[in-house]
Each structure stands twice: as structure tokens, then as C-alpha cells.
């Protein structure tokens, strides 16, 4: 499960980045960082490796969440340096087709996994 929400940390990541909104991306990576080392200093202790298993969960999935907000925040074509419209439309069709692909791979990866 861990790997599904570093998965769709990284989907999301790398669209930011192609983008140019990396410090979004940084702030998703921080995000699994901070969460990851304090849920880890609670948890551990108490609930050994359970704990740290559960710590890393969390943490990728609110990273996963944090890159995938400011993904659809700022998925207009607004950050397209191009003033020709038929071929911004064509791009946000290629970009949603992208993401459809992305989305089927996510959900090939929850069956198979089982859930």
C-alpha cells in the first residue's frame, strides 16, 4: 500500500515538475519527511515495527495528498507559455488522456494487490 501512495506521490510530483512548480513537490516531499520522522518517534515505541509500518502509510498517503491538491489547483493551461488556443486545447486533451493512463495503472495496481 505504501508503494501505491509513493506511486501516486511521484505521478503527481512529476507533473508539478513539468510544470516548473517544483517547490510544490518539495513541500509534498518535506510533508512525508516531517510526518514520516514524527509518527515514527510515536509510534515505534509502542507498536514496534506495526508502528512504523503505519507511520510510513500515513505519511506517503498525506504527501500523496498534498502533491495531488496543488496539482488540480494549478492544472490549467495558465502555465503554458503559448498564446495559440487550438493548441492548448490539444495539450490539456493529451494531458488528461495522461492522466487516464495513469489512473488505470493505479487502479491495475489495487487489483492486483487485492483491494
Known amino acids: 500500500m505504501v508503494d501505491l501512495c509513493q506511486f501516486v506521490r511521484s505521478a503527481f510530483g512529476y507533473s508539478l515538475f513539468a510544470m516548473g512548480l517544483q517547490r ?9 519527511l516531517v ?3 514524527a509518527l515514527g518517534l510515536l509510534l515505534v515505541p509502542v507498536y514496534g515495527i506495526r508502528g512504523g509500518a503505519a507511520a510510513s502509510l500515513a505519511a506517503e498517503s498525506a ?15 495558465e502555465w503554458l507559455p503559448v498564446q495559440n488556443k487550438g493548441l492548448v486545447q490539444m495539450l490539456n486533451r493529451l494531458n ?9 495503472i493505479v487502479l491495475m495496481s489495487a487489483v492486483i494487490a487485492g483491494l
Open 24 to 32: 510544490y513537490q518539495v513541500l509534498s516531499a518535506s510533508t512525508a
Open 63 to 77: 504527501s500523496a495528498v498534498v502533491a495531488a491538491f496543488y496539482y488540480w489547483k494549478h492544472r490549467s493551461s
Open 96 to 104: 488528461s488522456i495522461h492522466h487516464l493512463y495513469h489512473y488505470s
Open 35 to 37: 510526518l514520516h520522522l
